[in-house]
Every structure is written in structure tokens, then in C-alpha cells.
């Protein structure tokens, strides 16, 4: 692997477009063996020791937290500890903790990190350490729990799904809006205005619109897609114009959503109940659950023109290995792989926070059978798109950035946004690809 190709893959780009290039390149090259001294050192190489990386919410880290203390009770001459960090951070600083031999024995995150990691060989296959009954014991329907790869197995699931859905505030909502046009109508009377600035009390809705993770199932609702089966974008044509136009129309045109939001700010106004409506992730149910919102789950509204359900990216989130322990260490965090995707672990978690177990007994059990929220959340999940495991995937995502926020900036329409979205993500696999 280059350097370039390591310092893009982490987040820093080299500057070589001038004569100065050189400079630049060293400097990045040194604040990245910098980092990766950090790292070492923070997670160390200690044998004794099994930590576990996730991006899980602070709810959820206290019940990991818990099972964790049960598993070391078996292994007592072990220090089994986690470690909590943001998607993108878990992502990038475990390529770079793990390329200098070092970081967590274990990573918990979505299956659209395993392309890169496997890319950069920075994680364990483990096909040779699970018996095919264990993993014949996870679902395979409507795709498959656990995660291969160019013939290798490189995640054991604890949970599918991690999908976007609407989610809706019941006391203000009884019922959620089956289509977008149903959504315009309801959201005018949703809307309270009178506040500072002539900004709205409450708004309809709330999203975090400006990330182009978030504008995925839109893009499906129109009949596109970001990527062909060839993994090249696809990402200059009607269904991406459409679904940029529709988010700016929500914004602009009917005034339901504000028109600066985050993820924090939209969190924020749903759990205050500044918003009625939101689209959110399973991940954020013991949120709500905790602020005791009275919330039901429901699927994106359907696309009026299209007859089309939005569709979000589905993706199974579990635990994978890192490449650089062996021996006995690489054998307890096998065995706390094993434990952590147990049945029982697994609904603690979906009592807890709603999500979808990824083993067969598990997600066929009374409880999901009677969670109303579950079962919703189940509904959207059979009209999403599996998320491809590949290295592009990042790029595309990449490349969407700049230009898609330009839409709701004013610097671009979305047929100006679409083209130069396409030309980004062809430049950046051409570099990437080199």
C-alpha cells in the first residue's frame, strides 16, 4: 500500500499539486506516524488485555459494559474493558492503531467498514474459528447476518439492520403519513409558529439532511441508486436531482424542517418534542426510551410520483478481530466474540434499545413478536438495500459531500449538485484506484 493511499484512507489528503508538494507530503507523513505513535500507546500491546472499540450510545456501552464484567468474571487474569468512539474516528483511527501493530483486540461497527479494513489487512478472517453450526444459527433472510468477503468470513453480527426509518412522536402524530405528499399536508398543521426571528415553535420534522447517508432511501424512492453492480457511481441523473429537490422543497417551499440541522440538533428537537417527526437509526430508540417520549417507528413515506418506498442502506453491525493479536489473547476474544453474540446478549440488547438480533432463536422470540416498535422497524428494513462492503461505498460519500450540501447552501441546484457529485467520485476512484 502507498502512502498516498494510506493517508487519503485516513482522512489526509496529500497536497501535490504545486512545487511544494514535497513539504506538504513529508509534514503529512510525519503527523501520521505521530498518530500512530498516539494510538500505540494509548491501546498498547498487552497481552493481558482485551478492549473492545464501538460507537454504541451511552445507554448501550452501560449494558456492554455490564456483560463485559460478567465474561472477565471467567477469566480473571484478563482486563476487559471498552472503549467508545464516533463512526468516522472508530473507522479511521483503527486503520491507523492497527497498520502500526497495535489498537483493540476487538471492533464493533457496521459491515461497510470491512472493505477497507480488509483492503488495508488490518483485520482477522474467521471462517476457521466458528463451527458451521454457530454460524448456521444466524439469519440468512432477506440477506445474511454475518459478513464474507472475497471467501472469507470478517464480522460475527450481534444486530441487523442499523437502517434509517421515520420515527414519530405519537402525542403530537397519532398516526404517521403513509406517503411524502401525506406528510406536506399533515406537516402544515404540525407546524407552530411565533418564535424568535420568525423562526417555527415546532417543526414537522427533522433530519440530518445535509450528510448523504441520510438522502440514500430518497434516492431509492425515485428508482436510483449510488452505485452500479460494478461498484461505479451513479450518482448524475433523475432519481439523485429528485430526492435533492424534494429535501429542498421540505426546507424551502413548505418550510416543515429548519433549515440548518445536524444530527445532534435534530436529536435535540425531537426529544424535546420541538419536532414531530425524525428520521433516525434503531441506535437512537434507548434515547427516546430514556427521555420517555411516547414514539412510534414507521417506514420513510412513500414517493407519490414512483409508487416506490424509500429505501435505506441496510447494514449488520458486529464485532470483527484485529489482525495483530494471536495466541491465548486471540483466543479469549474469540470466546468474548462468541458470548457477546449469544441469544441472551442479544435481547438484552433489543430490550433495551430495539434492535433486531441477528440470530435465528433470538430474532424469532416472543419479544420481537410483540415489540411494536421492533416489528416496525422490521417493516423498513424489508424494503432497504444491503449495504455494499466495498471500499467505494466511502467514496461515494466522499465525493457526494461538498456538492450535496451545496444544494441547501444556494451554491448549487440539485441537477448542478448531481453532475459535480459524479465528476468527485470519478476523480476519486481514479485517484484511489491508481
Excluded at 456483560?67 to 467508545?84: C, G, M, N, S, V
Aim: with cysteine; hydrophobic share 40%; proline share 6%.
Amino acid at each position: 500500500m502507498t502512502i498516498k493511499a494510506l493517508k487519503e484512507t485516513v482522512g489526509m489528503k496529500a497536497e501535490e499539486e504545486n512545487a511544494g508538494s514535497g513539504k506538504n507530503s513529508i509534514i503529512s507523513l510525519l503527523i501520521l506516524l505521530i498518530v500512530i505513535l498516539f494510538l500505540w500507546n494509548c491501546s498498547g500491546r498487552d497481552p493481558s488485555k482485551i478492549v473492545v472499540w464501538t460507537s454504541m450510545r451511552p445507554a448501550e456501552q452501560a449494558l456492554l459494559q455490564k456483560h463485559l464484567d460478567k465474561f472477565a468474571e471467567k477469566y480473571p487474569d484478563y482486563t476487559i474493558r471498552q472503549l467508545f468512539y464516533s463512526p468516522e474516528e472508530l473507522r479511521n483511527n483503527f486503520i491507523i492503531s492497527a497498520i502500526g501493530g497495535s489498537g483493540p483486540a476487538i471492533v464493533h461497527g457496521p459491515n461497510n467498514n470491512i472493505g477497507p479494513w480488509v483492503e488495508l489487512d488490518v483485520i482477522s478472517g474467521l471462517s476457521m474459528d466458528f463451527e458451521p453450526a454457530f454460524l448456521d444459527s444466524f439469519i440468512n433472510h432477506p440477506f445474511s447476518a454475518n459478513t464474507w468477503f472475497r471467501d472469507e468470513l470478517y464480522q460475527i453480527a450481534d444486530r441487523v439492520g442499523n437502517h434509517l426509518c421515520l420515527i414519530y412522536n405519537k402525542d403530537l402524530l397519532p398516526e404517521p403519513p403513509q406517503t411524502m405528499s401525506e406528510l406536506i399536508c399533515l406537516g402544515s398543521d404540525l407546524m407552530q409558529n411565533g418564535g424568535a426571528n420568525g423562526k417555527p415553535v415546532r417543526y414537522a420534522i427533522a433530519w440530518n439532511f445535509t450528510e448523504p447517508f441520510f438522502i440514500v432511501p430518497f434516492i431509492s424512492g425515485y428508482g436510483g441508486w449510488i452505485m452500479d453492480e460494478d461498484f461505479q457511481p451513479t450518482l448524475d441523473n433523475k432519481a439523485v436531482i429528485q430526492a435533492g429537490q424534494l429535501i429542498l422543497d421540505l426546507i424551502q417551499s413548505h418550510g416543515l424542517m429548519p433549515k440548518e440541522c445536524d444530527y445532534e440538533i435534530a436529536n435535540a428537537l425531537f426529544k424535546d418534542e420541538l419536532a414531530a417527526m425524525i428520521i433516525n437509526g434503531p441506535w437512537s430508540f434507548a434515547t427516546y426510551k430514556e427521555n420517555n417520549l411516547n414514539f412510534g417507528v414507521a417506514r420513510i413515506p412513500m414517493i407519490d410520483e414512483t409508487g416506490l418506498w424509500p429505501a435505506p442502506i441496510v447494514s449488520p453491525r458486529g464485532y470483527s478481530l484485529n489482525k495483530n493479536i494471536s495466541g491465548e489473547q486471540r483466543k479469549v476474544a474469540i470466546e468474548l466474540i462468541r458470548y457477546l453474540t449469544s441469544n441472551k446478549v442479544m435481547l438484552d440488547f433489543t430490550e433495551l434499545s430495539g434492535t433486531i438480533p441477528s440470530r435465528t432463536e433470538a430474532y424469532n422470540s416472543d419479544l420481537i413478536a410483540r415489540d411494536d416498535l421492533i416489528q416496525n422497524s422490521i417493516e423498513q428494513l424489508l424494503v432497504g438495500n444491503l449495504s455494499p462492503v466495498v471500499t467505494e461505498l466511502q467514496w461515494i460519500y466522499d465525493a457526494m459531500r461538498p456538492a450535496y450540501q451545496g444544494i441547501f447552501t444556494g451554491s448549487l441546484s440539485p441537477h448542478e449538485a448531481a453532475k459535480k457529485m459524479q465528476l468527485s467520485a470519478e476523480k476519486l476512484f481514479r485517484e484511489n484506484r491508481q
